[in-house]
């Protein structure tokens, strides 16, 4: 494995926007290379290296390519958009759409994060070590397929409309979320460690999400049905199981209606 | 502007028969001329092909519902709009593409003149404003009439000279260029929630059939000898087994003699026929009828029809038949918008994938190809995808190369999930015909421009015409052995000229043209009947007041006005 290391030593005016830093573009290219990449300042088309020294190497693939941004991201979007293999860290926080439709790979924030973190995610990890912003594998605006696999893994909170439009993979927040969870969500697990507001799984059809503090307002659609027994993201706990949304439509398997599950620590 | 001549292309030229013969193409200002003199910017064309200015029969590129599809689905600008070319302006979406990208996507086809295929006449401001803002190409639009309160009323009682003036009345006060029918009377029933399947079927509270109102405004349309013929999108779209009820429909033209001084012989276009060309009574046993279809179109004079191939991509159905996209969206569940016009009309939008993973959507590509390979005549069949429902226009060129090539073809069903059930349920496996050029320079050029009355400016070369010229890298004595190469060619023009002026080079945008908007204005005989009527429902029934109801001439001020006189 070969590592790249950025340095960014300017604070950029707009805010940048990034998408060429992913294992992909960087592979088989020198240091002086990557630092020609495009990117964009507002409208105006910029270069990587006039924001960020480039030293290290990177491997002949992009399976052999790790990144390391050694400072802090807070005005750069699009990290590793679209990636598909290799790592990138960063140390220190990242702006918007870190991992937006990302295939595979990983990608380790150390900081926190802004919005639309892993929006319409395919496959891949990423794993931020403190809070997200809003839209956390959500889908882009209008669209109905939201995010398909791979992993999210927020170490701190997360804000609202976490997995709008989910369709597979999994995001795990171990501290609290606000509002809308899972909304409109055909697929996909969504598990909440910390309390929720509210507006959880409206209008879901599939998928499931668990949450292991208090869902302060529960939506009317979701009726319980029993308590079960499960295991999820390294926990065991009894729940209350409810299914819903009941206002949504929902498809039949076997001549039985299938509804999405919404599991709630039970108090002891 | 001022003097061009194209050297040494293979002209073809169906309006003239010249296929493929080397000659020199000259202009002058606005219009082609027989020569020119030695100043003239010459534009070689050797080893390339030359054609007349495209002609589109039908799309829907301008008014609220293609608006509405913008507004629903930011999503179909994503990854989907290129970056923009310095000195114009942002070209953005895929399906339902910006204005501007609209005008550029036909100019870099060559395309010289588009129809826009329903307007909502209360909304017609909003059309002209959209097709105002749509840069280089010449457009019009065709008001929707067969849901349309009065229609239905004068052709309950056969009351053929009221409904003429009316229409002549909502043609001067949208300009508008002729009669559309969407679903006649059913989208009038989805009002009630209700739909005409058949056309036999009474329209609910209107006492009246949809054959009826077909026949009432074929009638009408005679009468006031508009340049195009009725322009209908036929009951029962999409259904399963349907193909009876088109062929019901077409056959009431039949007998029916056109009345015009446009040159036009026909007076029944059948839009998007491939939508109503279906076979099998539910979509399991779905199958193609496109033979039965056009077997009988080849048989009959006096009909057009134009394809509406599936081109399998993800777009963004649009329509006035209201019930239709209700029925879509139970199906795929995904966005819908719905909007009722008053006494006028409706219109739903919803998002569709036409997935070649699917069994149903393969035999739709199919069944559109079929169509257009069956065609004996294609003076009478045009080439388009009633962009964007089956699939945005910037396939036609993907829609020639399968017309025009076996190969391409029988790859592209290769590539299906359900290639077996495909062929089963269809004829295209095995079709070996193969389109020339010469065809399809009638499909897309002087066949439609003939049908809209349109052929003493556009579809041709002959001098007097409209200076709109296309020259595409395609060889028609030697043509690329790779089907793709076709597609590419007659996505990106060499040059195309536009009324006189150099628009595209090298599939690059070179200049914003001169668009004009097309329009008829009707003069016919004072009615006081229809006016009393018009002012009546006004006050009684229409949120806006009369005075405010016509388009302004703002609204369209590059004005090219058709007159009719009719002597009654």
């Known amino acids: 494995m070969a590592t790249i290391t950025l340095k960014p030593f300017k604070t950029p005016e707009l805010i940048i926007e990034c998408n060429n830093i992913t294992p992909d573009a960087f592979a088989g290219k020198t240091p002086a290379e990557i630092a020609e990449l495009e990117i964009f300042e507002g409208k105006v088309r910029e270069k990587l290296g006039d924001f960020f020294s480039v030293t290290g190497s990177s491997g ?78 959500c889908a882009y605006r209008g669209d109905w397929r939201g995010m398909r696999g791979g992993t999210i893994h927020i170490h701190g909170s997360a804000g609202n409309d976490i997995g709008t439009f989910m369709l597979g993979g999994t995001i795990i927040i171990d501290k609290n979320a606000f509002i809308h969870v899972s909304t409109h969500a055909e697929g996909g697990t969504v598990v909440i460690k910390g309390d929720v507001e509210g507006r959880v799984g409206g209008q879901m059809v599939k998928g499931d999400i668990y949450v292991f503090g208090n869902v302060q307002y529960m939506l009317p659609g979701f009726k319980e049905i029993d308590r079960v027994q499960k295991e999820i993201a390294g926990e065991s706990a009894t729940f209350r199981h409810y299914i819903g949304d009941l206002g949504e439509r929902h498809p039949k398997s076997k001549g039985k209606e299938i509804y999405a599950n919404l599991y709630v620590k039970a108090s002891a | 502007m001022a003097e061009i001549l194209i050297k040494n292309g293979f002209v073809i030229d169906p309006s003239r028969k010249i296929n493929g013969d080397v000659m020199d193409i000259a202009i002058k200002d606005d219009k082609i001329v027989d020569k020119v003199g030695s100043g003239a910017k010459v534009i070689d064309a050797k080893g390339k092909v030359v054609m007349a200015g495209a002609v589109d029969v039908h799309a829907h590129v301008a008014g609220p519902k293609v608006n509405a599809g913008r507004l629903m689905r930011p999503e179909d600008k994503l990854f989907k709009s290129p970056d923009a070319q310095e000195h114009y302006r942002m070209e953005m979406g895929f399906s339902i593409p910006s204005t501007f990208k609209t005008g550029y996507d036909y100019a870099r086809m060559g395309y010289a003149f588009v129809m826009e295929a329903a307007m909502p006449p209360l909304h017609s401001p909003h059309v002209h404003e959209e097709i105002h803002d749509t840069p280089i190409i010449d457009e019009a639009a065709l008001p929707v009439f ?27 006060a949208t300009k508008g260029y002729g009669i559309k029918l969407v679903n006649p009377g059913g989208t009038a029933a989805w009002a009630w929630g209700l739909n005409c399947l058949g056309i036999n079927d009474p329209v609910p509270y209107y006492d009246i059939t949809p054959a009826e109102i077909i026949t009432g405004l074929i009638k009408t349309n005679e009468y006031l000898g508009l340049p195009h013929s009725v322009h209908i999108h036929q009951n029962s779209l999409g259904d399963p087994g349907n193909y009876t009820v088109t062929l019901d429909s077409l056959k009431l033209a039949e007998g029916v003699k056109a009345k015009n001084k446009f040159g036009r012989d026909t007076v029944m276009h059948s839009t998007h026929i491939q939508f109503h060309s279906y076979g099998g009574d539910s979509w399991a046993n779905f199958e193609s009828k496109a033979k039965e279809v056009m077997d009988y179109v080849n048989s009959q004079k006096n009909i057009t029809v134009d394809l509406g191939c599936v081109t399998l991509d993800e777009t963004t159905t649009m329509t006035a038949d209201g019930p239709f996209e209700h029925h879509l969206n139970n199906l795929n569940h995904l966005k819908w918008a719905n909007v009722d016009v008053e006494l006028e009309t409706a219109a739903g939008v919803v ?180 006016m009393r009527d018009i002012n009546e429902k006004f006050l009684k029934n229409y949120t806006v007041a009369i005075g405010n109801y016509p388009v302004w001439d703002s609204l369209a001020p590059n004005p090219l006005v058709i007159d009719i006189d009719v002597e009654a």
């Open chain 2, 146 to 172: 067969a849901n349309n309160w009065f229609v239905m009323e004068y052709l309950k009682n056969n009351e053929i000279e009221n409904a003429a003036a009316y229409v002549a009345w909502i043609i001067n």
């Open chain 1, 60 to 137: 002949n693939t992009a399976a052999e390519t790790d990144i390391l941004i050694d400072g802090d991201c807070s005005r750069v979007k699009y990290l590793g958009s679209k990636m598909t293999v290799g790592t990138i860290t960063v140390n220190g926080n990242a702006d918007m759409y870190v991992g937006g439709w990302m295939k595979g790979g990983k990608i380790h924030v150390k900081g926190n994060v802004d919005s639309f973190c892993g929006i319409a995610m395919e496959g891949g990890e990423i794993e931020v070590d403190g809070n997200a912003g809003n839209y956390v594998g």
């Open chain 2, 351 to 530: 998002p569709y994938v036409y997935d070649k993973n699917i069994k149903v959507c393969g035999i739709q590509w199919a069944i559109g190809l079929e169509l257009g390979l069956y065609a004996k005549d294609p003076m009478r069949t045009f080439i388009t995808t009633d962009h964007p429902n089956a699939g945005p226009f910037i396939r036609y060129p993907r829609i020639i190369k399968w017309l025009m090539s076996q190969k391409a073809r029988e790859a592209t069903l290769a590539s299906f999930k359900y290639t077996d059930k495909v062929i089963d349920a269809t004829n295209i496996h095995g079709i070996d015909r193969e389109l020339t050029l010469y065809e399809v320079a009638q499909m897309t050029r002087n066949g439609p421009a003939k049908s809209l009355g349109l052929s003493h400016m556009y579809g041709g070369l002959g001098a007097g015409l409209d200076a709109n010229v296309g020259v595409f890298n395609l060889d028609p004595k030697n043509m690329p052995s790779d089907p793709e190469m076709i597609e590419k060619a007659l996505l990106r023009a060499a040059w195309f000229i536009k009324s006189g002026q150099i628009v595209v080079k090298d599939g690059e945008i070179t200049n914003h043209g001169n668009k004009r908007t097309v329009w008829v204005n009707a003069k016919v005989k004072e009615n006081p009947q229809v």
